[in-house]
């Protein structure tokens, strides 16, 4: 039974929203990193912004990724101190809340750069491990944050689905399992401990198949991926 990754439904969500998009639209890709959503974008006025901090080992905490490029970022700033003096049809902001000192400020600010009758574009983690530090100051956010927040500043939410529910997490989970062992206790799983994590994740991959659609299952409002957002700013 074959696991969808929470990055390959992620990516393939973004891949259709930006693609939707008028070609010849303006758009801002806030936090960027490495710019892997502007092959998305070539139909667009793509712009990337980024604080361009983090070096691929951060202070060793939690996972890294051993390298990171930022060679293609357009603006090099902190969120807060982008310049104003454009809007743009759309702005983006995929799994970056979570790395901001201050989220509702940083929405606020992403809600000054959008036209009205553009777009703000969201994903971040509902739940996510220590990744990145020490540029990790949250967790993850739940769709109540971006219903109170949105709506707050003058948006209409046109799409809020999961990315998953609370067996793909699990799933998920388990499969780290082995990984984590190791990394923190020096020990390996011995053979039966292997069968068991195997039959339990072959047990959850089951039920989440009957829990619905990826994007709308019926346990992610206990527990999911993350929210992927799509608002509407009023004209």
Not at 168 to 175: A, F, I, P, R, S
Not at 204 to 223: F, I, Y
Request: proline share 4%.
């Amino acid at each position: 039974m074959r696991r969808v990754r929470n990055l390959e439904f992620r990516e393939k969500w973004l891949k259709t929203r930006l693609g939707n998009l008028p070609a010849g639209q303006s758009l801002l890709d806030i936090g960027a990193g490495e710019c892997a959503n502007k092959p998305f974008c070539a139909h667009l006025d793509y712009i990337s912004q980024d604080i361009a901090q983090y070096d691929g080992k951060g202070d060793g905490s939690g996972l890294h990724t051993g390298v990171w490029d930022f060679s293609q970022i357009d603006i090099v700033c902190d969120l807060y101190d982008i310049p104003e003096d454009r809007q743009f049809d759309a702005v983006l902001c995929t799994e970056v809340l979570e790395h901001v000192v201050d989220p509702v400020r940083a929405v606020d600010k992403l809600a000054r750069l959008v036209k009205p009758g553009g777009q703000i574009i969201i994903t971040a983690p509902f739940t996510s491990m220590t990744h990145f530090a020490p540029y990790h100051y949250c967790t993850g956010f739940s769709r109540f944050f971006y219903e109170t927040h949105l709506n707050r500043l003058g948006f209409t939410i046109a799409e809020l689905s999961s990315n998953g529910g609370f067996f793909d997490m699990l799933d998920q989970e388990l499969g780290r399992a082995r990984k984590v062992r190791r990394s923190y206790s020096g020990w390996l799983l011995d053979p039966v401990s292997l069968i068991l994590l195997f039959l339990a994740r072959m047990n959850v991959r089951l039920l989440a198949t009957l829990d619905g659609p990826r994007e709308n299952r019926r346990s992610a409002d206990l527990q999911t991926f993350g929210w992927h957002v799509r608002a509407v700013r009023k004209q």
